[in-house]
C-alpha cells in the first residue's frame, strides 16, 4: 500500500519538480547507516579489550591493529602486500569473467553447447579450491601465473552460472524483434540478449568478485612469498595477532570498496540499457 501511494505521488509531482527521494534511498543516510554496525563493533572490540574481558593474545585492541599497520607502513611491506593482493585479483577477475561470460553465451544461447558443457563444468565446480593448489603449482609453479589463475577460476562460475541462466530466459519476442531488423549473432547477443541479462550480470559480477578475493587467500595462504594471504600465514607462524586482524580489516575494507565500483558500473549500465 506504502509503494502505491509513493509511486502515485511520484507520478502527480508537477514536471520540472524533483520527486522527494525516500528516506533510506538518500545517498547521505545510507553512507551513515552503513557506518552504524561497524562503529558498534568497533566500540564493543574496543570495550570487550579495554576491561580485560578477553586476552589480548587472542584478541588484540583496535589501537595494537593500528600500530601494527604503521609499522608496516613505515617500511612499505603493507603497501607491497595490498598492491600484490590488488593486482592479482583485478587480473584473475577480468579473465575468469570475460571467460565466464563468453562460455556462458555458449551454454546459454545454444543447445549443443548446453549439452557437451554443462555436465563436465557442474563437476569442476565442486572441486574444492584449495584441491586445485598442489596441481597448478606442479603445472606452473609457484609464479604469478598459478595464483591468477586459481583467482580467474573463482571468478569464473559465478559469471557463467548467473549469466548462462538468464540468457536461457531472454524473452522470445525480443529475439525475434532483433531478428526482423536483421540482427544475427554477436550483433544480436551484443544488442539484444547481454543488455536483456543486465541484472543477471551485475549479479555475476558481484559473486564473482567475491569469489576472487576467497580464491586470492586460498592461493596466497599455500604458495606465497607476498600479499595479504601471506601476511596472514606469516603473522599466524610468528604470533602476531595483531597482524592476523590487520590483514583481515583490510580484506574486509578492500571487498566493500571493490563491491562499491561494482554498484557505480550497475549504475552505469541500468542507465544504458534498462
Known amino acids: 500500500m506504502t509503494a502505491s501511494v509513493d509511486t502515485t505521488a511520484t507520478a502527480a509531482a508537477p514536471s520540472g519538480v524533483a520527486a522527494v527521494r525516500p528516506f533510506w534511498s538518500r ?18 572490540w574496543q570495550a570487550v579489550t579495554g576491561l ?43 579473465f575468469g569473467s570475460l571467460v565466464g561470460l563468453a ?9 549443443s553447447g548446453d549439452v557437451l558443457l554443462s555436465p563436465i563444468l557442474a563437476a569442476f565446480r565442486a572441486i574444492p579450491s584449495l584441491a586445485l593448489v598442489p596441481l597448478l603449482l606442479l603445472w606452473m609453479g609457484i609464479g604469478e601465473d598459478s595464483k591468477v589463475t ?8 559465478p559469471m557463467f552460472t548467473t549469466v548462462a541462466g538468464a540468457l536461457r530466459h531472454v524473452d522470445p519476442h525480443l529475439v525475434e524483434m532483433g531478428r526482423s531488423f536483421g540482427l544475427r549473432g554477436w550483433d544480436l547477443f551484443r544488442s539484444v540478449q547481454l543488455p536483456a541479462t543486465v541484472p543477471a550480470l551485475i549479479s555475476g559480477l558481484r559473486l ?11 592461493a596466497e595462504l599455500l604458495a606465497a612469498s607476498m600479499g595479504l594471504g601471506f601476511l596472514l600465514t606469516d603473522a599466524q607462524s610468528t604470533g602476531r595477532v595483531d597482524r592476523i586482524f590487520l590483514a583481515i580489516v583490510i580484506l574486509a575494507a578492500l571487498g566493500t570498496l571493490s563491491n562499491a565500483l561494482v554498484t557505480l558500473l550497475q549504475r552505469r549500465l541500468l542507465r544504458r540499457w534498462a
Open 27 to 44: 545517498t547521505s543516510v545510507r553512507i551513515i547507516g552503513g557506518l552504524v554496525v561497524p562503529l558498534a563493533v568497533l566500540a564493543l
Open 52 to 94: 580485560g574481558l578477553i586476552p589480548t593474545y587472542r584478541l588484540p585492541a583496535p589501537v595494537d591493529v593500528v600500530v601494527a599497520a604503521i609499522q608496516l607502513a613505515e617500511g612499505g611491506a603493507l603497501w607491497t602486500h595490498v598492491a600484490i593482493s590488488v593486482q592479482r585479483v583485478v587480473l584473475g577477475f577480468v
Open 150 to 157: 586459481l583467482v580467474a577460476i573463482g571468478a569464473f562460475f
Open 208 to 218: 564473482a568478485l567475491a569469489q576472487a578475493w576467497l580464491f586470492l587467500v586460498a
Open 103 to 111: 562460455v556462458a553465451a555458449i551454454v546459454g544461447l545454444t543447445r
